[in-house]
Each structure stands twice: as structure tokens, then as C-alpha cells.
DNA sequence: AATCAATAGGTGTATATACATATAAAATAA
DNA sequence: TTATTTTATATGTATATACACCTATTGATT
């Protein structure tokens, strides 16, 4: 859809403006489709993106610092976020022993297990919304990182 | 700055789920650029997003579906963001005649003042951000728009 | 060693998202 | 006209964002 037709306006004052404001648009179309179908597993994007990062590192721990890090948001509040996966028993928290200031957080067992039925439904959707080429993906990923090129 | 730095991960399943995860970056970095300014005006960024919204329509009124129809993230809650802008002035509520189920919003004179300032801040962050030609942010828009092409 | 600064994580608060439900009014059907 | 359905908005709840602040611990300075 054009973004046009998807915000009801075609005021925008630049293609430059334009564009940061269909980034933004997609960013929640994405987050959108992927929450829904965490839906069914009971997870938030959030959470699931805090599982990935744990199993990225499995069975290595990490702490909450490196969780956060990792995230996509960089203002994420991750021992929150810990708390929810830790009360469904998905995380555990352990003090540790060479720094006691440090939380080290583990995926369980029934985390591993959820993260992977969840992302095998994922990449089934996104593997059917699938509408640009690999030369495409690759263009995108070369102008969305020039546009951050300030990034400090 | 790359993705791999961003995110501290060179995992990436295929380059269109990097080019997902790196407008979901993109999307939060812009977002936190413009909140930063916004908050000299004591605006967030979904505030600035109805106000520029009621502009758009100025002196027209625009009732609460039509406001909710034009943000960027369709799940918004509209009522509880022109709570907030009522409580500071920057709105008005009026029931409509036409259709009593109908609240009609419309930006006041104070509104429309901290608009301009904060639009015109923002203008020069933005234009001081810039780092894509015209045509890089056609061939943006192009991608974006063709990313979305399953939207329904 | 004692003091001070920096760091890690947790917590408090306001706002927003996501979604369910409630209420009133309008549109439609019987 | 009355009953039913739909629509517009508001409200309730759980989670998340954004940011400030607190506490415990570690590291650095004197």
C-alpha cells in the first residue's frame, strides 16, 4: 500500500521527510504482524526478542546490561521484561559471583522450546509475505544505514 | 552505523529478516531523534503526530476515527492522547451536532503556535541529519512500499 | 584504608500500545 | 414503532517506553 493511501495524506515536504515517516509506518506494520502471531504463545515482541538474544548466546549467560545491549529498542526497561519471562518460568535469574552487582539471566528448557515453535510460525509468515528480492533486501539495508550514517 | 554493531549480532537468517530488523532499528532511532526535541516543547512524539494531523485540516475539526484513520501507528489510543492535549489547551473537544456519538477535536491558537516551533526545530535537526539524495529516498519509498505489497 | 566516582540493576511515574469491554447514539430490520 | 445491529468514543488492564532516581557493589583516587 502507499503510504499515501495508508496515512490519508500526500503532504508530505520532502521524498527525504516522506520516507522517515514510511519507515515508520512499516516498523509497526512489522511489529504488527509478528505480534500477533506471538499471540499465540503468550509472548510480547519484546519478550521474544529478549529469547533470541538469550538463545543467540545459549548456554553462554548473560546479564541484564548485555540483554539490553543487544535489543532493537535501546530504551527497552529489560529487567521488566525479565520479570514476565521469569514469572512463566522461560528465563532464570542467578546473582553473579564474580561481580554481585551483575543478574545473570538463562533461557530454560520450556524457553528454548517456546522460542522455537514461535520462530518456526514466524518464518512461515514471513516466508509467504515475502515481496523483494535478495538484491532488493540488500539495497535497503544500504540505504537504511546510510540514512543513520550521524548515528553517534 | 552497520546493523551488526547496533545490535552486537551478525545472525541474520537471510538479508530480508535483516533488512526487518534494521527498519525496526531505523524506525526506533528516528523516533528517539525527534522525541528529544519534542521534549522541549513538552510534546510526545504521538502528541506532535495529532497536532501536525489536526493542522493538516486546519480550521476544518476532525472527530476521532478520522484523527485515529491518519497516525502512523493504527493502534493508538486517539481518546487518551487528546486527553492529554486537552489538559494542556492544545485542543478543544466539542460533541458533534450532525452525529452526538461524534467528538469533534479542534488544534487552538496555543496549539498551533507550539506546532510551528516544534515543527521548525525539528526541520532543522532533520535537515542537519541528512545523508540520502532525492533519489535514494525514492528508491526508500519504492522498497518500503514494495515490502508492504501484501498489506491489506 | 577511606573516600569518591562509576556501574549494574531495580523501581517509580507518566505516557503509549494493544486489546477487550462498556455506553450512547445512529442505522437498519422486523 | 420497536428491536437489533452497527458505529463512535471512552474506559479498564497488562505490557512497554522513556526517563529519573535509588541502592548495592565495584573501581579509582587520595
Redesign the pocket.
Given at each position: 500500500m502507499k503510504l499515501e493511501n495508508a496515512l490519508l495524506t500526500n503532504k508530505f515536504s520532502s521524498e527525504a521527510q516522506k520516507a522517515t515517516l514510511n519507515i515508520l509506518y512499516t516498523a509497526?506494520w512489522l511489529?504488527?504482524i509478528t505480534?500477533?502471531e506471538l499471540?499465540d504463545f503468550d509472548l510480547?515482541h519484546?519478550?521474544y526478542n529478549v529469547l533470541r538474544i538469550l538463545k543467540g548466546k545459549y548456554p553462554d549467560q548473560l546479564?541484564?546490561?548485555d540483554i539490553?545491549r543487544r535489543m532493537i529498542?535501546?530504551?527497552?526497561?529489560?529487567?521488566?521484561?525479565?520479570?514476565?519471562l521469569e514469572i512463566k518460568k522461560l528465563v532464570k535469574?542467578t546473582v553473579s559471583e564474580s561481580?554481585?552487582?551483575?543478574?545473570l539471566i538463562t533461557i530454560t528448557q520450556s524457553g528454548l522450546s517456546i522460542l522455537e515453535s514461535s520462530t518456526s510460525k514466524l518464518n512461515k509468515v514471513h516466508a509467504s509475505l515475502q515481496t523483494i528480492t535478495q538484491k532488493e533486501a540488500e539495497q535497503l539495508n544500504y540505504l537504511l544505514e546510510k540514512l543513520r550514517a550521524t548515528e553517534v
Open positions: 509497526w511489529k504488527s505480534s500477533k499471540k510480547t519484546e519478550q546479564c541484564v546490561k539490553a529498542e535501546k530504551s527497552s526497561n529489560v529487567p521488566r521484561i525479565i520479570d514476565r535469574r561481580d554481585k552487582r551483575e543478574t
